[in-house]
């Protein structure tokens, strides 16, 4: 096993501290006596748990640990604080919102290393998870289970070995892009080059010259000749976004290509050869825009020879965990550091969400609620969501709950005459957890 990186921060009188004879060689230590080293020691390296030792600090001397300890979340750090301190409202204030757990001198070296590998054990939990964690619910870059997604995985396989063109529908931020990737990347073009093209996005009178190129000389200002986009995908797939947005007069044009696998560029007479599979797509009904007469009726036919549908997120919403799951995990660099995950009526509310904008709409709830969110479990007030009504009654039942948690805690801290570490036995909770709580309740020690 290699060694475990842990860094000791000591602060007051060190001399008092052998803490490298306590610590169970599994430990990789760098030991630090100021604050100042300690941010260094942090900057140059990653160390998932540290190790906070105090004695008889002036109580001004919180500022400066609080601070430290806020730029540096993704440590689990471990506190050991003279059993007074505890006592004094900043200290408690700094455990509860720091540190992974505490313990009072003189340290038990037994229970510090099991503190210790806890923490270690949390921070792997934690900290950024490997691709391979995804295991079989990652494939072709669709994440997800539910049948709707492996039907589609299943038609991707099939129609990537053909070479006629593919015309994928889907509402937006459906995945259609993603789907046409995965249909080149697993064609034996794959090794080509991928060139998508927004057709709504390039202006109408530019679209033609983008596509098809042109020779110099073919109007003013082509100074040189300039191959086209259709040209620059030969060997691989051109994926032509948002086709229903083809202006009529290039339907024409793109109607010619599929015909005769050839094109001129603007102002040539030459007619190139160009190996390209075509895969187009639209969230757009296209047999409606031909009947508004907006979209040529042949044209349709030449490019729906494969058609494939990106089911719309609310009809497989089995795949909502393991999306979140992933969402969560991929933009894990962006969050704040102490969130752990989604509550449980977090998760009731995405699954009670009709998802109007689809997967690219659960993208952008979840990395605003990553970012904005104040808790340890991200709400569903942080995604902006509604709890259903249905599940809104169940709040009585939380109160309820809250309730007989405060008066547990009250009547444990009375029974024990005050004393934490024994009304924390008693509740069955840690040290720690029960100071949590009691800061959560507003009680006093
Ligand atoms: N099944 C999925 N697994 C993982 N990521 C997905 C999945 N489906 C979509 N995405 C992601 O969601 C976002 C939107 O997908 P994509 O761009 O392919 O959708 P689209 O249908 O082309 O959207 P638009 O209509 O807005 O162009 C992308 O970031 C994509 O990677
Ligand atoms: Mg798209």
Not at 20 to 35: E, G, H, I, K, R
Request: charge should be neutral; glycine fraction near 8%.
């Amino acid at each position: 096993m290699s060694l475990r990186k842990l860094l000791s921060v000591t602060l007051g009188n060190t001399s008092l501290l052998p803490i490298p004879f306590v610590l169970s060689s599994s430990w990789d230590l760098c030991a630090v006596n100021d604050l100042d080293a300690a941010r260094k020691a942090l900057k140059d390296h990653f160390y998932p748990v540290g190790l906070l030792l105090l004695n008889n600090i002036h109580t001004a001397g919180v500022v400066e640990v609080d601070a430290m300890l806020e730029g540096h979340q993704s440590v689990q750090w471990v506190g050991v604080f003279p059993a007074e301190m505890i006592k004094l409202p900043e200290y408690r204030a700094l455990s509860v919102q720091h540190l992974f757990d505490f313990h009072t001198w003189p340290i038990d070296p037994f229970r510090l290393n099991h503190t210790l590998g806890h923490a270690y054990g949390f921070a792997e939990l934690n900290g950024p998870a490997p691709e391979a964690a995804n295991g079989g619910k990652r494939d072709m870059g669709l994440v997800g289970q539910s049948a709707a997604i492996q039907h589609l995985r299943k038609q991707i396989a099939k129609v990537a070995h053909a070479s006629a063109p593919v015309l994928i529908w889907g509402e937006s931020g459906s995945g259609k892009e993603l789907t046409a990737h995965a249909i080149h990347n697993h064609s034996a073009r794959a090794q080509g080059p991928f060139i998508a093209v927004n057709c709504g996005s390039i202006p109408a009178n530019l679209i033609q010259s983008e596509l098809f190129g042109y020779e110099r000389g073919a109007f003013t200002g082509a100074t040189k000749d300039k191959r086209g986009l259709i040209e620059s995908a030969a060997g691989g797939t051109l994926f032509l976004d948002e086709i229903g947005d083809l202006p009529m007069e290039l339907q024409a044009n793109l109607l010619r290509f599929l015909q005769e696998r050839t094109i001129n560029r603007i102002g040539s007479s030459r007619s190139i050869e160009v190996d390209v599979r075509v895969i187009a797509a639209s969230h757009t009904r296209l047999a409606d825009a031909v009947r508004a007469d907006r979209f040529r009726e042949d044209l349709l036919y030449r490019l729906n020879v494969l058609p494939l549908t990106v089911p719309a997120l609310r009809e497989r919403k089995d795949d909502l965990d393991p999306l979140v799951e992933h969402f969560f995990k991929a933009f894990a660099h962006e969050r704040n550091p102490r969130l752990t995950g989604f509550s449980n009526r977090a998760m009731l509310a995405i699954k009670a969400h009709d998802w109007p904008g689809n997967v690219r709409e659960l993208i952008n709830r979840i990395r605003r609620a990553m970012v904005m969110a104040e808790g340890r479990l991200i709400t569903p007030e942080d995604l902006d969501l509604q709890v259903p009504n249905a599940l809104r009654n169940g709040d009585a039942l939380d109160e309820a709950r809250i309730r007989a948690e405060r008066d547990a805690i009250h009547f444990s801290l009375q029974g024990n005459g005050r004393n934490i570490t024994r009304a924390a036995r008693d509740l069955g909770v840690s040290r720690m957890t029960l100071y949590r709580l009691m800061e959560k309740h507003g009680i006093s020690p």
